[in-house]
């Protein structure tokens, strides 16, 4: 079946470290990624997505590369900061279903 | 962006008893919602899938019977969770999904209901 795979969390950096986030996925087919971020308090926001192979979703200095050779989508920032602070979900959608992983609590700290 | 929200934000009652949630499209129309449960520490898993004005589509292991849901119009739909018991309490999620050009579509998360049943 489909499934998506991300790291636990909490992940602690201070300002301006480099993130990354695993995500890897078991999909039938060619799945669309996605990762999303909840702020405390608030729904869940789409971040960035990507639709096919070697497709680069990118967003307030987010990035992620769809990697069909190792059904990867990993998250990536150069310099967080303080204000990213909230759990990211990947997920996958094959129809207008999305699958989720189980979330990612980041925390910068200044 | 298009803003979703959901009432209450966190509820309490006894075992036994029926809960009502609702979720709201505030300046969009939605023809379809999604309800989602998330326990601690895990992801979001969809219960259902809502639409306007026919009964919700429901996930394998998802019981009909105990989570009611009602879209009787477009920007409102309702999740009420009958009978409740404590391994009911966890934290519900709606999102409304919108129809952008071009045929691709988009998904609106609301903040999400915590419910807890004593």
């Known amino acids: 079946g489909n499934s998506v795979t991300q790291m636990e969390g909490p992940v602690t950096l201070s300002e301006e470290a480099f993130l990354t986030i695993n995500c890897t996925y078991t999909a039938t087919g060619y799945p669309s990624l996605f990762w999303y971020v909840q702020y405390p308090g608030e729904g869940l926001q789409l971040l960035l997505k990507?639709?096919?192979?070697?497709d680069k979703g990118s967003n307030k200095g987010f990035e992620a590369t769809y990697r069909k050779e190792t059904t990867s989508f990993h998250l990536e920032k150069g310099s967080v900061q303080v204000s990213d602070s909230a759990v990211y979900f990947c997920?996958?959608?094959?129809?207008?279903?999305?699958?989720f992983g189980t979330g990612t609590r980041l925390q910068v700290f200044p | 962006g298009a803003v979703v929200s959901q009432h209450p934000s966190w509820v309490i009652c006894k075992s036994g008893t029926s809960v009502k949630i609702e979720c709201r499209s505030l300046d969009f129309q939605a023809t379809t919602m999604f309800w989602y449960r998330q326990f601690p520490k895990q992801s979001l898993m969809l219960m259902a899938t809502?639409?306007?004005?026919?009964?919700?589509?429901?996930e394998q292991g998802v019981e009909k019977d105990k989570f009611l849901i009602n879209h009787a119009s477009l920007t409102l739909s309702t999740l009420t969770v009958t009978s409740a018991h404590p391994e009911d309490s966890s934290f519900y999620i709606c999102s409304a999904r919108v129809r952008l050009a071009g045929g691709k579509d988009t998904q609106y998360f609301g903040p999400g209901t915590r419910l807890t049943v004593l």
């Open positions: 990507a639709t096919k192979a070697d």
């Open positions: 997920a996958l959608s094959r129809t207008d279903k999305l699958i």
């Open positions: 809502s639409n306007e004005g026919s009964k919700a589509t429901y």
